[in-house]
């Protein structure tokens, strides 16, 4: 592969829901172009960008891909992005890399939750886009259903520049509104061949109706344009495409294609816009850097004369290779062997066999141009979203904003001894997926694992097993209880031991009183006339925190109640500070069962964004998770509903949310409050943990 200038690089997202045949189409543009030797398939886990043991063996996109597509002298980076969900990270992660992007969607299913997901991403970075309709020959294809879908749910500036011929089992040609064309395909075309005819007569008033619409929109976008088109003036291709590619920038034209990928139909026309459409990378916005360290803030454009600004993107681990990481370059140029600087990791890294990804290949190169996207493999110290500059710069980009995670389990090892694998599995995990995160909860004594959705965790899980050798399954994560009081008590606690030599005493009397929700432990000394010495009043103090680390009822902590101390009685030889700090003890367990202790449970505030009609059923849905509704209200296009809801009933949600909305409602939550649990609840928690406090002794 040659080295390609800047303005002969267009880096395009493929984007779209799952299954809309993106990476079908991927495969598809590298192998027409010719620049990929075989034509692969999804079904058979030859797919260029579906390569890793995960992605053959579920026949779907996990991590995004990049593969290459040279057409008329210019190089096309492909990102092959993931649809599902769970998976979006990547999508975002390819939207930031890119200068443009295809949306693809089936011809089929349409505009599907991901596909608004992904154009709303595009949109935080005005990308141009281009639409594709995919799938065409597939039963049921339907392009007019698909185009009045995106008008409703995605953009009323969509115009068609092609229409098929046939649709479903009949589908067998494209019309194009530029060239006033067809092309016709013979069944067991390889590589998008096709036979150029006039416009079959029976399409005259469509493809009449088409044009008019695309030439009319066209010069919607351009005053000038506009008075020429209203003075009866034909307007050229070449003018077209250029005042189209205008539009596209301004984000008032979204071009809508269509074809058959895995057919190979629809994808030399695509080809040549994706080259005549998109814009090269010195087309688009400067982007903001940061010097490292300092507030010195200015813009860099794709010129190889600025100074190195590159992101990391994407971090794939690959065996027998480690870790490629997938870098784009916003300003300057890389030459192989060069050495680069990740300033806030202090890391100077050395790019060695600089590469260029297609699919799992790297393909050695001796340079890259500004706006190029590359890959290098085994740095040592640079992850996701790192920028790399050189020294004497050591400049920052804005990080990728990846998104939070929605879901949470435990994680634990299956062989004992194998938790600092775990730990160090997990971090290097995190920092490969910046959608993945984790966490040691010492309350809890359980490892979280935090990411998109089951799926995610699920190859989480599995890739630590690949990768770093650790066995591990997922559970049930812990709530964290608290007990506290409802009523007074008081009484004693003496702690004394004779045993030969020098003895052991300490003796106190404290009362507990419950305090409001949020107060704490609250310590008073009512000490006079010195019954229990100065120095040994902060011990009994110790002493009753240490008791009330483990609750009366279940052996939670207890919060928000006070303890005075008011009587006691000491031992001028046996008295010292471990003496008072056991009566304290003792004190606490004597009286607190008095207390008419109860449990608490963490209540959430749950905030959920779901369209309208699906409100009743995430409404019910809370409800019987013991929530309490506080309101609902119009946020956009989407109800926001905002409910009180106990922790423990809240595990796994994001799924059940995901199926009841059928993958279009959102949701946040965070902590509220301790509230008395029912005494249902607290009866079944005291159980269960009765069981897991003697499992621990046993
Ligand atoms: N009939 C038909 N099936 C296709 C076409 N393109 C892809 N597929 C199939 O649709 C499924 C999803 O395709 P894939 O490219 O993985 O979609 P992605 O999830 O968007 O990357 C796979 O089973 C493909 O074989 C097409 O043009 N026609
Ligand atoms: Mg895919």
């Known amino acids: 592969m040659r080295v390609y200038k800047t303005n002969e690089i267009r880096n395009v997202a493929v984007v779209g829901h799952g299954a809309s045949g993106k990476t079908s189409l991927v495969d598809a543009l590298a192998f027409v172009a010719g620049t990929s030797k075989r034509h692969g398939s999804v079904k ?14 579920r026949k779907y996109s996990i991590n995004l891909a990049l593969a290459v597509a040279e057409w008329m002298d210019t190089k096309i980076n492909l990102i092959d992005t993931p649809g599902y969900l769970d998976f979006t990270g990547d999508a975002l992660a390819g939207v930031y890399a890119a200068d443009s992007a295809v949306v693809v969607l089936s011809a089929t299913a349409g505009v599907e939750v991901g596909t608004e997901k992904v154009w709303d991403y595009c949109e935080r970075r005005s990308l141009p886009r281009l639409l594709f309709v995919s799938l065409m020959d597939k039963e049921h294809a339907n392009f007019e259903r698909v185009f009045d879908q995106i008008k409703e749910r995605l953009t009323t500036k969509v115009i068609p520049v092609e229409i098929p011929v046939g649709e479903g089992l009949e589908f067998h040609g ?16 390889k590589a998008g061949e096709y036979e150029e005819v006039d416009v079959p007569d029976e399409y005259q008033d469509r493809f009449a109706k088409y044009s008019q619409e695309l030439i009319e929109s066209i010069a919607a976008t351009d005053d000038t344009l506009l008075e020429r088109y209203l003075g009866g003036e034909e307007i050229g291709r070449d003018e077209a495409i250029a005042a189209m590619k205008a539009g596209m920038a301004k984000g008032e034209l979204f071009p809508l294609f269509c074809g058959a990928a895995e057919l190979t139909y629809g994808t030399r026309a695509l080809l040549n816009k994706l080259v005549e459409l998109c814009p090269a990378p010195q087309e688009r916005p400067p982007v903001d850097v940061q010097k490292w360290g300092s507030a010195d803030r200015f813009t860099v454009k794709a010129d190889d004369a600025g100074p190195l600004v590159a992101q990391v993107f994407k971090t794939v681990s690959e065996p027998h290779v480690g870790d490629v990481t997938l870098f784009r370059i916003y300003s300057g140029s890389v030459k192989n ?18 590469c260029v990804a297609q699919g799992k290949e790297r393909i050695e190169i001796a340079e890259l141009h500004s706006g190029d996207i590359g890959a290098v493999a085994k740095l040592r110290d640079t992850h996701t979203n790192d920028t790399l500059s050189t020294k004497d710069k050591g400049l920052v980009l804005q990080k990728i904003p990846f998104p939070e995670p929605v879901i949470t389990v435990a994680v634990e090892v299956k062989q004992r001894g194998e938790e600092d694998k775990l730990s160090t599995g997990l971090h290097k995990l995190h920092e490969e997926d910046p959608t993945f995160h984790h966490e040691y909860n010492p309350e809890l004594a359980q490892t979280l694992i935090r990411g998109l959705g089951e799926r995610h965790l699920e190859i989480v899980v599995g890739r630590l097993a690949r990768k770093f050798g650790v066995h591990a399954q997922t559970a049930k994560p812990k709530v964290a209880y608290r007990e506290t009081f409802r009523g007074k008590n008081e009484g004693q606690g003496k702690h004394k031991k004779q045993s030969g030599g020098r003895g052991q005493y300490g003796d106190c009397w404290i009362r507990i009183a419950p305090l409001p929700r949020g107060s704490g432990l609250q310590f008073v000394d009512e000490i006079v006339g010195g019954v229990i010495p100065r120095q040994y009043i902060p011990a009994v103090e110790r ?29 001028d030889v046996d008295s010292n500070e471990m003496s008072f700090k056991m009566a304290g003890i003792l004190a606490f367990r004597n009286v607190s069962p008095g ?18 009609e699906y409100q009743g059923a995430v409404m019910g849905d809370l409800s019987s998770r013991r929530g309490h509704i506080v309101g609902t209200d119009k946020d956009g296009k989407l109800t926001k509903i905002k409910a009180m809801v106990p922790e423990a009933e809240l595990d796994r949600y994001a799924t059940t949310l995901h199926s009841i909305t059928h993958g279009r409602g959102t949701y946040k939550m965070k902590f509220h409050v301790y509230q008395d649990a029912p005494p249902d609840v607290a009866a079944r928690v005291t159980e269960a943990r009765k069981k897991e406090l003697e499992e621990v002794k046993a």
């Open 44 to 57: 058979d886990g030859t797919a260029l960008t579906d390569f890793t043991a995960d992605e053959i063996e």
């Open 174 to 189: 494209i019309i194009n509104l530029f060239s006033k064309k067809a092309h016709l395909y013979k069944k067991g075309t």
């Open 337 to 354: 062997g060069q050495d680069v600087f990740n300033a806030p990791r202090d890391a100077t890294e050395k790019l060695n066999h600089l």
């Open 543 to 571: 002493g009753v925190q240490e008791a009330a680390s483990k609750g009366p009822v279940a052996g939670y902590p207890v919060v928000d109640f006070k303890v005075e101390l008011y009587d006691g009685s000491y031992h």
């Open 595 to 612: 207390c008419r202790p109860v449990l608490l449970e963490p209540i959430m505030e749950v905030e959920v964004w779901s369209p309208d």
